[in-house]
């Protein structure tokens, strides 16, 4: 928690955030747009003036659960019509829409560190209010590593509802391992050392000791937050506020992660998600502590994948001092404020986040579930008998840092480590920028003295 501020945002203030990653007011001006409901369909027993649902998403999710939007619509004369784009510009669209309550989207999908920017205020509709009122109740089987992300400040009421179930895990390939008599291993060190190791025998092979992501901004942040933790800091400290990034830890966790740049696949700064998703299945790389469950399932899958029934994982490396939780990475589904078609976006959410999607998004699509009693379902075993060991990792998993100004502070880190990987940048040179950067931002926002 950030002190004893105020731990929600109002409009005037998360414009002020947008501001900080560089929103313009031209475009929140061009993006104030509205829709205006004109048919009555029938959804249950109730008349609702709307047939037809705006989703904003990202990109890479539309084609996944676009099937199900197809049902949906057969089921219940409800059309879901998505706006989609890169992760970036998704996060702005959304933000504009919510903030200036243009009423542009009616549902909106979050990654899991935005909630504590939207929660407050009217930005987005109190859904434990909304269920209330529709007599429906939040099933026990929503892992509550999942749920908990959908209230801010902890204990209110639920502002989402879960719909990805993402953990970000430490992978390896056991068959590298175990051709090198290795273990997996414990400490950063040992990391570095066996990738080292692991790339001087097989590069010429095409195959690297471990994968990173560089790219500036969420990949490179999201890449070294494990590593910056495993070294005991995080960007700020959750007790007093103080950024750590200039710490001598930090510096050594930036220095970790350079040294590990040497034993990736080359071109480092250029990747994100698909990139690395495509370093694993052709086999290029033995080891990340960057994976997340969807790229687990298309990695097991023999059809897409040369690595099928080749990867474990488990607990992240540490320094050998501190000991390292999974950062959980889950999507949220929400009703913006301004959507004029509340009910109807309310009944979309309680069918799309039910067990029989969810099951369903998993075996057709790979998108890990919000659900214990999908993990644990027999057909889901049969096929991803690791589901157990994911289902571990996500009990023991914790969000990332909860600030309203995650967004800005990930965005700042990221641009550093993105410029220390290029070798623009020294370890000390990067990690003593953002943490000035970083304690400007909290200081204009009132969050430190």
Not at 360 to 386: C, H
Request: hydrophobic share 40%; with cysteine.
């Amino acid at each position: 928690m950030l002190g004893n501020r105020d731990q929600t945002l109002n409009r005037r203030e998360a414009i002020r955030t947008l501001a900080l990653i560089g929103v313009s007011a031209s475009a929140l001006r061009q993006s104030s747009v509205s829709s205006t409901p004109d048919t009555r369909v029938t959804f249950g027993t109730s008349y609702i003036e709307q047939k037809e649902l705006t989703l904003a998403l990202l990109n890479s999710d539309q084609p996944a659960i676009q099937p199900l939007l197809d049902d949906y619509r057969n089921q219940t004369g409800v059309t879901i019509k998505t706006v989609v784009d890169s992760y970036d510009d998704i996060y702005t669209k959304i933000s504009i829409s919510l903030t200036q309550s243009t009423g542009a989207f009616d549902i909106v999908s979050l990654d899991d560190p935005w909630m504590p920017q939207f929660a407050g205020g009217d930005f987005l509709v109190d859904l434990s209010e909304r269920m209330d009122r529709d007599g429906v109740k939040v099933e026990s089987d929503f892992l509550p590593a999942f749920l908990g992300l959908c209230q801010y400040p902890e204990e209110s009421n639920l502002r989402a509802l879960p719909w990805i179930g993402n953990v970000q895990l430490f992978a390896w390939r056991r068959d590298i391992l175990a051709s090198l008599g290795a273990a997996p291993p414990k400490t950063w060190v040992e990391t570095l050392n066996l990738a080292t190791q692991i790339t001087a025998g097989q590069s010429g092979n095409g195959v690297y000791g471990v994968g990173l992501r560089g790219r500036a901004g969420n990949p490179a942040a999201t890449t070294f937050l494990p590593v910056l933790q495993g070294f005991g800091k995080d960007l700020f400290d959750p007790g007093s506020n103080e950024p750590q990034l200039n710490s001598r830890d930090a510096i050594a966790a930036m220095e970790m992660l350079i040294a590990l740049k040497d034993q990736a696949p080359p071109a480092v700064d250029k990747t994100g998600h698909s990139e690395m998703t495509s370093n694993l299945l052709n086999g290029s790389i033995a080891m990340s502590a960057d994976l997340w469950p969807d790229q687990l399932f298309r990695a097991s899958d023999s059809e897409e994948s040369s690595v099928a029934g080749l990867l474990e994982f488990g607990i992240q490396p540490s320094d050998g001092l501190n000991r390292v939780s999974n950062a959980t990475g889950s999507w949220l589904l929400g009703i913006a404020g301004g959507s004029k078609n509340q009910e109807l976006a309310a009944e979309f959410i309680y069918w799309f986040t039910a067990p029989e999607q969810q099951k369903r998004l998993l075996l057709e699509q790979k998108i890990s579930p919000t659900r214990s009693s999908v993990l644990t379902d027999r057909e889901v075993l049969d096929r991803y008998p690791f589901v157990l060991g994911l289902l571990t990792s996500i009990r023991r998993s914790k969000p990332r840092l909860r600030t309203p100004y995650f967004r800005a502070l990930e965005e700042i880190c990221g641009g550093f480590v993105s410029q220390a990987l290029t070798g623009q940048l020294t370890a000390k040179q990067a990690m003593t920028n953002a943490n000035t950067q970083i304690t400007s931002l909290l200081e204009r926002e009132g969050v430190l003295a």
